[in-house]
T-cell receptor, first 112, second 111 residues
Framework: ETGVTQSPTHLIKTRGQQVTLRCSSQ?????VSWYQQALGQGPQFIFQ???????GRGNFPPRFSGLQFPNYSSELNVNALELDDSALYLC???????????FGPGTRLLVL | EDQVTQSPEALRLQEGESSSLNCSYT??????LFWYRQDPGKGPEFLFT???AGEEKEKERLKATLTKKESFLHITAPKPEDSATYLC????????????FGKGTKLSVIP
């Protein structure tokens, strides 16, 4: 059984640019959640996608947006990058929206 | 608003020295409490889910317990490979299906 995978593993961008992060959910899972983890902090919920629809959103501005595809993989897009967007971005998948979430290895984003 | 507080922030143990990590939570209605282990630069690894007060779960040297206000992660005779950050999270089911995490406890086990 393949676990959650994310790409790329690392990324360096400059302020004002746009970035797209990708996530493939664990086999059989229809729900993907995205989290942002700053250094020394716990993960913060960005949003969740369930069967291709946004199913909840945390306190993040609209420049954070996402998609879920028919195969349940997902993208996180961030526009107009700011220095504070530098963090580890985590994707988690679950069998259903209310089930245990299993995390991928994360994408480390550095904004200069 | 759901809140999770973990203590201590960091813990150093000698190999074989048992201890406990604490997770205090405030939620409108607990639907689940989760423990994860996170190694540096990696994603959290799922350990346990607890659903109701009095519930206990065990895995190797780890045992998680739950009361109405807090959860404990007991580590018995730890080994150096148990060194990691342990994260606690709650799901209240109020509104969006999000996990609210604490900041974690960084555990170091010294040989």
């Amino acid at each position: 059984e393949t676990g959650v995978t994310q790409s790329p593993t690392h990324l360096i961008k400059t302020r004002g640019q746009q970035v797209t992060l990708r996530c493939s959910s664990q086999s059989g899972h229809n729900t993907v959640s995205w989290y942002q983890q700053a250094l020394g902090q716990g993960p913060q919920f960005i949003f969740q996608y369930y069967r291709e629809e946004e199913n909840g959103r945390g306190n993040f501005p609209p420049r954070f947006s996402g998609l879920q595809f028919p195969n349940y993989s997902s993208e996180l897009n961030v526009n107009a990058l700011e220095l504070d967007d530098s963090a580890l971005y985590l994707c988690a998948s679950s069998l259903e929206s209310t089930e245990t979430q299993y995390f991928g290895p994360g994408t480390r984003l550095l904004v200069l | 608003e759901d809140q999770v507080t973990q203590s201590p922030e960091a813990l150093r143990l000698q190999e074989g020295e048992s201890s406990s990590l604490n997770c205090s939570y405030t939620v409108s209605g607990l639907r689940g409490l989760f423990w994860y282990r996170q190694d540096p630069g990696k994603g959290p690894e799922f350990l346990f889910t607890l659903y109701s007060a009095g519930e206990e779960k065990e895995k190797e040297r780890l045992k998680a317990t739950l009361t109405k206000k807090e959860s404990f992660l007991h580590i018995t005779a730890p080994k150096p490979e148990d060194s990691a950050t342990y994260l606690c999270a709650v799901y209240s089911g109020a509104g969006s299906y999000q996990l609210t995490f604490g900041k974690g406890t960084k555990l170091s086990v010294i040989p």
